[in-house]
């Protein structure tokens, strides 16, 4: 097997993504702890690692066990420095606290699904692979995608394609998918794609089935759920002047993410009528930028699936203020 300069496997590498913006950003003191929440293919970790000074120390977490195997020789190198954890980044706050760790300077989260992932034909994940319907990011938890497809009543699965996948014509899928599994089981992934396709057609170069295997995704794994309680807890992990990245891949998880962020800024709460403003709200975070960091035009061609990041970065300040 080949491998990359940086050590990393030829068939599992993928290029990460907005990686020099990140670590750039996220790291501003070589000797602190910092912690990779999803540390997916190890890219970003290896980056954060190598900005490290012997006194730092990086701390990855993933809950696919697959994702942790083949990490773990480049890991082993520098196992006085780098600690990897099964675990679920929505947890982070008890898996630091069994590592005996409460205050850290930087939290990188890279969300969505990995590019192993995603090549992968029998994890699920994607409809240009024919694959078993499973879609899990930890294999040995919870209902696959099949189970939700199949099981699930009419309504929750409009539900679900509705809210997660935004889909225009989700009653017409949920539908047609309900019909479908009457008359057999859906369980691979090309299955399901031609299900939506024949269900909807084709009226442009994007596959219908895209915010559908999105929407699955988003609920086998509750996303959206777990993301909402690592932004809760975050902000006690983070010393002051510690740094959070997080890069979203879809306008769900980024309005999330910005709109947390946003509520924990400075900002005044007095009444409109006020004449002047007298809460002095005094705000946990700085934002570093308005607006989310994107892939320049370079990267998005060497990485197509670089398109849709955005990343966005905040500092915890001190309580008075900027």
């Known amino acids: ?40 293919g190890g890219g970003h970790s290896r980056e954060i690692l190598g900005r490290l000074g012997p006194r ?23 196992s006085d420095r780098v600690t990897l954890v099964r675990g679920d980044f929505c947890n982070i706050a008890s898996l630091l ?10 939290i990188l989260a890279d969300l969505g699904v990995s590019s192993r992932q995603l090549d992968k034909a029998e994890r699920g994940f994607s409809f240009m692979r024919e694959g078993p319907l499973d879609m899990r990011m930890d294999p040995d938890s919870g209902p696959s995608a099949a189970d939700l497809v199949n099981g699930m009543q009419e309504a929750e699965l409009l539900r679900i394609i509705r809210a997660y996948g935004e889909h225009p014509q989700a009653r017409k899928i949920a539908q047609g998918i309900v019909e479908s599994r009457q008359i057999a089981p859906i369980t691979t992934t090309g299955q399901l ?47 002051p002047g510690g740094r959070i990245a997080v890069i979203a891949y879809h306008s769900l998880e980024d309005r999330l993410v910005k ?4 509520d924990m800024e400075p900002h005044c709460i007095c009444p409109a009528q006020a004449p002047r403003c007298t809460c002095s709200k005094p ?8 607006k989310a960091y994107r ?12 398109r849709s990041a955005r990343l966005r970065v905040a500092e915890r300040i001190d309580q008075g203020g900027f």
């Open 259 to 262: 709109r947390t962020l946003r």
């Open 97 to 106: 606290g069994e590592l005996g760790v409460s205050s850290v300077c930087g």
């Open 1 to 40: 097997m080949t491998a990359k300069a940086n050590g990393a496997p030829e068939d599992f590498y993928h290029e990460p993504v907005l990686l020099a913006e990140t670590v750039d950003l996220l790291v501003t003191e070589p000797d602190a702890i910092y912690v990779d929440a999803t540390l997916g």
């Open 56 to 78: 730092g120390r990086l701390i990855s977490i993933d809950r696919d066990p697959e994702a942790l195997a083949r990490n773990r020789q480049w890991a082993s190198e520098h």
């Open 283 to 290: 705000g946990v975070m700085k934002s570093l930028q308005r």
């Open 193 to 239: 794609a031609d299900l939506v396709e024949r269900t909807i057609g084709r009226r442009s170069g994007k596959h219908p089935a895209t915010l559908v295997f999105q929407a699955l995704r988003i609920a086998v794994n509750r996303e959206l759920e777990a993301l909402e309680k690592f932004m809760a807890d975050f902000f006690d992990l983070l010393q």
């Open 295 to 306: 892939p320049g035009p370079e990267e998005v061609a060497r990485n197509p699936r670089a």
